[in-house]
């Protein structure tokens, strides 16, 4: 009887994401949208979450794309970058602005940027930064000079932009 037992994957059409799984052992309705899939396919799906996804033609299963984590940032002397920049009065001064909008982003911005020591989690702090500063808080011009001699003297490869976001500059 096992060898009559049928496995199925509900495919969202506009997604081609795996919305759910079936089994004619104890499902009487499957969706149309399921499509028949293997024990095998079926066992690696469940173990291996966001890996599968439908095909074009919403037939059958395909791997789904990899998103790449964020290229670490080179650097030469991170230690001494962070601690120029968090000493520095316009950042207490910007980390005040968020946190009076946001006490949870301040202290996620600020952790970010506390406990970065290579290039990664630089990357990931710049995101963040990114995300929350520039629509709340702005580096004057010469704040803006300060920080970028600041980078370039740490080997830094970012730019201070005049919106107070910062790029990471490709080699």
Same mark, same amino acid.
């Given at each position: ?19 759910? @799984?079936?089994?004619? =052992?104890?499902? @009487?309705?499957? +969706? ?23 095909? =074009?033609? *919403?037939?059958?299963?395909?791997? !789904? ?15 001494? @970058? ?21 006490? /949870? ?16 989690? *630089? !990357?990931?702090?710049?995101? *963040?930064?990114?995300? @929350?500063? +520039?629509?709340?808080?702005? *580096? /004057?011009?010469?704040?803006? =000079? ?10 830094? +490869? ?8 910062? /790029?990471?500059?490709?080699?």
């Amino acid at each position: 009887m096992d060898s009559e037992i049928k496995k199925y994957a509900d495919i969202a059409p506009n997604t081609r994401k795996i919305r759910g @799984f079936y089994s004619s =052992e104890i499902n @009487f309705s499957i +969706p149309s949208t399921a499509i028949e899939i293997s024990e095998e396919q079926w066992q690696d799906c469940v173990s291996n979450q966001g890996k599968w996804m439908g095909s =074009e033609d *919403l037939k059958d299963l395909v791997l !789904a794309p990899t998103i790449p984590p964020p290229e670490p940032i080179a650097i030469a002397d991170y230690a001494a @970058f962070r601690f120029m920049i968090v000493t520095h009065s316009a950042y207490e001064r910007v980390m005040d602005s968020l946190a009076s909008v946001s006490p /949870t982003r301040n202290n996620t911005v600020s952790q970010a940027w506390g406990k970065a020591e290579d290039g990664e989690s *630089l !990357a990931i702090a710049v995101a *963040l930064w990114n995300k @929350f500063i +520039p629509s709340i808080a702005q *580096l /004057t011009s010469a704040e803006i =000079e300060k920080w970028q001699a600041i980078a370039d003297e740490n080997n830094i +490869p970012i730019k201070i932009n005049p919106d107070t976001s910062i /790029t990471v500059v490709k080699e």
